[in-house]
């Protein structure tokens, strides 16, 4: 999918002073930007969006994210966080808004991070727990595909949404995702490692082989390494 960088965050743009002072995005622009040419069927269904918010249809605009968003589209995702968080089309939600702007740091959009910890500080108390079990079951699917960046995203969403925490939970993702390559995941299984009792290193090692082999029996296109568990 091909889209200029000003037209992926036109809305953080254009909400900006939602946004906390010194975040990553920076608030000011008032207009929003020429929506590129269509280069697919999903970006010309963001570029209605884009258009339908312009034109101040805000209630068209969240239905248009929300499609896309619903698909995985990490702008789009983020971009329906700010329309929640704005009550602009739809009434205020946190609750929502947090959801999707989690849903789009899992798909490794950088801007969602200032946005998250802005709704975290600002909204009710335990909000980010309230969220983090319909993003694991969102994630299933994904888990089962064997994508390493949802393994990832269940390991943030442990780690740091869960109450209590779980960094040992954490740390089996991480370790799946290490052993299927995906790029970061080695260093993140380390660090989480090490922040835990040492007496416990060699137990969530063994309990990661254990979880490979469990994920191995219902991947969808399990890696020749499975056999080794088998």
């Excluded at 570029?47 to 896309?68: I, M, P, Q, W």
């Excluded at 946005?115 to 699917?141: N, V, Y």
């Excluded at 993702?173 to 993140?188: D, H, I, K, T, V």
């Amino acid at each position: 999918m091909i889209r200029s960088a000003g037209l992926a965050l036109c809305l953080c743009l254009s909400l900006g002073a939602a946004m906390p002072a010194g975040s990553a995005i920076e608030p000011g622009a008032a207009d929003l930007p020429a929506p590129v040419p269509a280069t697919s069927d999903d970006t010309a269904a963001f570029n209605a969006a884009v258009e339908a918010y312009a034109a101040g249809d805000t209630s068209r605009a969240a239905v248009l994210f929300a499609d896309l968003a619903r698909a995985g589209d990490p702008d789009a995702q983020f971009n329906l966080a700010l329309i929640y968080h704005s009550g602009e089309g739809v009434p205020r939600n946190d609750r929502e808004a947090l959801y999707w702007a989690w849903r789009a740091r899992i798909e490794g959009l950088p801007a969602a991070e200032p946005l998250i910890r802005m709704l975290t500080e600002q909204g009710a108390p335990g909000l980010g727990p309230s969220i983090a079990p319909r993003l694991l079951t969102d994630l299933q699917d994904a888990l089962k595909a064997g994508h390493g960046h949802a393994m990832l995203g269940a390991a943030l969403v442990m780690a740091q949404l869960s109450d209590p925490p779980d960094p040992e939970g954490a740390y089996l993702w991480q370790s799946l995702a290490a052993a299927l390559g995906e790029p970061g995941a080695a260093s993140a299984r380390d660090e989480t490692l090490a922040a835990l009792p040492p007496e416990s290193w060699a137990d969530l090692e063994d309990r990661a082989m254990k979880k490979f082999g469990e994920w191995c029996a219902t991947a969808i296109a399990p890696p020749m390494a499975c056999k080794l568990v088998k």
